[in-house]
């Protein structure tokens, strides 16, 4: 624009419309165009994976989901899942279903230096987290990473995603995630099974022998958990992921240790106390309800059964019924505190001078125990710690 304001200001006659063609045709303020490049896989050497948002209606209600995708980089075999969101557990349980689908693990698995799988660095220099690069030593594959802006690297995974957005989610809607991600397996073996123009070929035709080139799996996968300490809270559900689940009623209070994995919530107590409960995939702050963790109406805990301090007392001093009646009526503190401090009394002073102040406590409808045991203490003042006087001791005797 200012170049076109300096020709008009020196006398030039032109429109900036064809300032700029003449540009354009001279190389004049433009990058070089350069040739695209082609990368070519062996089969069984790479495997690209990476996340897109998309929005789906789920249940009737649209919803922004975490689309991820891996395709196999010699046959274009796709595969994808859909998430609420995608941490580092989501990206473990997606890439195991991922190479369980194809039956084997690639040499590398490519990605976009996402924070879930990098440490630090990006590109070449890219250090996976301690507990990702120990999953990928497990199932047989190391991570990379494409340089920093190079997304052409990856464009085996990238392109999918636009497929995926105007074929399998355009007009489709699903009643739950499970309909969801069953409806995407389906649909990816249907594609896969399309012949491809820009291929020349079918999928799953060149899968037959890149799938020779795969390393096989270990004879047993271990499944993919998040491990959580929690506690029983007052109505007998442990929480997890804002979701709670139900427990027995007589692990209330109790330490419990929970396993989150892809479809499950076992929840466990000791070695011999365990029960499991479908996950509720999205943290919607809903209960999860067992009926055998519930008793029968009229069968459930008693909440009016005496306190053990007050059987206590009243075992060591009967006498004390009608003052322990009227502290449960009266005290403004909480009843298993002043319970607790009148038993601590009836078990450390002697018992004449204790039932003695009790009596004129009540006799005057005193019941702040703080001023029972400082008349308590009056008394046995009085009568065990009498001194003699009138006899003086000389300094001979002494």
Known sequence: MRVHEELELAGAELSYPALTAFCRRHGIGQDPIVPSGRYHFEPGEELQHDTSPHDVVIGGRKRRVQTASAVLCYSRLLFFQCYPSFQRFDCKVFLTDALRSIGGAPERVMIDNTHVVVLRGTGREMVPAAEMAAFAERLGFRFIAHERGDANRSARVERPFWFIETNFLAGRTFSDWDDLNTQACQWCDRVNATYKKHLRAIPRELFVLERTRLKP???????????????????????????????????????????????????????????????????????????????????????????????????????????????????????????????????????????????????????????????????????????????????ENQ
């Open 217 to 395: 799996l270990p004879a047993w996968i271990p499944p993919v958990y998040r491990l959580h300490e929690r506690t029983v809270d007052i109505e007998g559900y442990v929480s997890v992921s804002t979701n709670r689940y139900s427990v027995p009623v007589s692990w209330i209070g109790r330490r419990v240790e929970v396993r989150e994995s892809k479809d499950k919530i076992d929840i466990q107590l000791d070695a011999r106390s365990s029960l499991s409960h479908r996950r509720l995939i999205e943290p919607l702050g809903q209960r999860v309800t067992l009926e055998e963790h519930r008793p029968p109406r009229g069968q459930g805990v008693k909440r009016f059964d005496p306190h053990p301090e007050k059987q206590a007392i009243l075992a060591a001093a009967p006498d004390l019924g009608d003052y322990v009646s009227g502290l449960e009526k009266r005290s403004r503190k909480v009843i298993a505190l002043v319970l607790r401090q009148l038993l601590r009394m009836v078990r450390e002073y002697p018992r004449g001078p204790l039932l003695a102040a009790v009596r004129e406590a009540a006799h005057y409808g005193l019941y702040d125990l703080d001023r029972l045991e400082r008349m308590i203490l009056r008394r046995v003042a009085r009568e065990y710690f009498v001194l003699e006087t009138g006899h003086e001791t000389t300094d």
